[in-house]
T-cell receptor, first 111, second 117 residues
Framework: DQQVKQNSPSLSVQEGRISILNCDYTNSMFDYFLWYKKYPAEGPTFLISISSIKDKNEDGRFTVFLNKSAKHLSLHIVPSQPGDSAVYFCAANNYGQNFVFGPGTRLSVLP | GAGVSQTPSNKVTEKGKYVELRCDPISGHTALYWYRQSLGQGPEFLIYFQGTGAADDSGLPNDRFFAVRPEGSVSTLKIQRTERGDSAVYLC???????????????FGPGTRLTVL
């Protein structure tokens, strides 16, 4: 029973265009969400987070949107760059509990 | 400063053998986590240490898995009687603290790829 789902295993985007990565969750108790990026042979690195009291958080080219009623969040990368090519994991938790990660989406940004 | 390091980077063993995987967290980080990542999956929580004690070991799959952190720094994940299904990348992460109750940013190591033949 996956509590955090990333239904697109892979995504290809042209350089300079927008990348949109989606994440759905089932546990309504989750109230903190994060995105991690992972390059091959490296550990995941933190990208951006959002608390459930917000519906948007922006950091440079990266914006995370949260729709609590739909239990859905998305990561937007604008403009996409070849160096953004990586696996992106969505993670969620609620206060005092541990993170639950989604299965990841592999993003390929084509030059 | 140095990030989280894990040794070995790769470990190949035979079914039934015992293995130890080591994690060196970022200096000063009190919280340490172990995860297991199987092919095509995201990291799956195994155990969390706050200081020397295991604050949450609910993710350990069975009693063949055990982890220690005797001095509140380096941690070792121990797997007895390994099975082919244990093959995965084992990730360690550390964070400065867990004061808020939220797992704030965790810094991950590169992982140890365990292959059980």
């Amino acid at each position: 029973d996956q509590q955090v789902k990333q239904n697109s295993p892979s995504l290809s985007v042209q350089e300079g265009r927008i990348s949109i990565l989606n994440c759905d969750y089932t546990n309504s108790m989750f109230d903190y969400f994060l995105w991690y990026k992972k390059y091959p042979a490296e550990g995941p690195t933190f990208l951006i987070s959002i608390s459930s009291i917000k519906d948007k958080n922006e950091d440079g080219r990266f914006t995370v949107f949260l729709n609590k009623s739909a239990k859905h969040l998305s990561l937007h990368i604008v403009p996409s760059q070849p160096g953004d090519s990586a696996v992106y994991f969505c993670a969620a938790n609620n206060y005092g509990q541990n993170f639950v990660f989604g299965p990841g989406t592999r993003l390929s940004v084509l030059p | 400063g140095a990030g989280v390091s894990q040794t070995p980077s790769n470990k190949v063993t035979e079914k039934g053998k015992y293995v130890e995987l080591r994690c060196d967290p970022i200096s000063g980080h009190t919280a340490l986590y172990w995860y297991r990542q199987s092919l095509g999956q995201g990291p799956e929580f195994l155990i969390y240490f706050q200081g020397t004690g295991a604050a949450d070991d609910s993710g350990l799959p069975n009693d063949r898995f055990f982890a220690v952190r005797p001095e509140g720094s380096v941690s070792t994940l121990k797997i007895q009687r390994t099975e082919r299904g244990d093959s995965a990348v084992y990730l360690c992460a550390s964070s400065p603290t867990r004061t808020s109750g939220y797992n704030n940013e965790q810094f991950f190591g590169p992982g140890t790829r365990l292959t059980v033949l």
